[in-house]
């Protein structure tokens, strides 16, 4: 790991607050899929698609 490569994503990377935890997390938002619009954190996410995966069975 290279220090140069955390300076070039530090732009691409905002802040952003799961509606659904309440935390604040940096990244990339992962829709919900209750509406599929709301972002949420990328760990709410795979929490959702794995309960909507165990629903479904
Ligand atoms: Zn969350």
């Known amino acids: 790991m290279s220090k140069l490569s955390t300076d070039n994503s530090k732009a691409a990377q905002k ?7 309440g935390k604040e997390y940096i990244g990339y938002p992962a829709l919900s899929r209750e509406d599929n619009k709301t972002e949420i954190c990328p760990l709410c996410g795979v929490l959702e698609a794995l309960r909507d995966y165990s629903l479904r069975r």
């Open 15 to 21: 802040r952003y607050k799961c509606p659904k935890c």
